[in-house]
C-alpha cells in the first residue's frame, strides 16, 4: 500500500516535497501526475537497487526523487515550481518497471499559481 503526503498550494518558484511510504520492497518506485483533461503521465523514477533516476524533461533540473530505505519513503523535492506543475501526483511502485501492473497511492494535489 502507497500513500502520498504533502501536496499543497504554492505561488511559482516555490517549493514543495512529496513523500510516499511503501509498504514493501520493489525493484522501480516512480512519481507521476495527472492534470485535469490529461493523462497521467510519468514525472520521475528512481530504481532502488542501485539508485539510477529517470526524469521527464518538464522537470529536469527542478525535481529531485529520492528514497529512504530505512523508512521505506520515497520522496519528491520539487522546486521552482510553474503552474503547468498542478496536477494530482501519484506515486507507484513496480517489480518490472513497466508500469503496467503498478501499486499506486491515492494521489496528493499539488497547485501552482
Known amino acids: 500500500q502507497l500513500v502520498e503526503s504533502g501536496g499543497g498550494s504554492v505561488q511559482a518558484g516555490g517549493s514543495l516535497t512529496l513523500s510516499c511510504t511503501t509498504s514493501?520492497?520493489?525493484?522501480?518506485l516512480g512519481w507521476f501526475r495527472q492534470a485535469p483533461g490529461k493523462e497521467r503521465g510519468g514525472v520521475a523514477v528512481?530504481?532502488?537497487?542501485?539508485?539510477?533516476?529517470y526524469y521527464a524533461d518538464s522537470v529536469k533540473g527542478r525535481f529531485t526523487i529520492s528514497q529512504d530505505n530505512a523508512k521505506n519513503t520515497l520522496y519528491l523535492q520539487m522546486n521552482s515550481l510553474k503552474p503547468e506543475d498542478t496536477a494530482m501526483y501519484y506515486c507507484?511502485?513496480?517489480?518490472?518497471?513497466?508500469?503496467?501492473?503498478?501499486?499506486w497511492g491515492q494521489g496528493t494535489q499539488v497547485t501552482v499559481s
Open positions: 514493501r520492497n520493489t525493484w522501480c
Open positions: 528512481i530504481a532502488t537497487g542501485d539508485g539510477s533516476t
Open positions: 507507484a511502485a513496480d517489480q518490472k518497471c513497466t508500469w503496467a501492473s503498478a501499486d
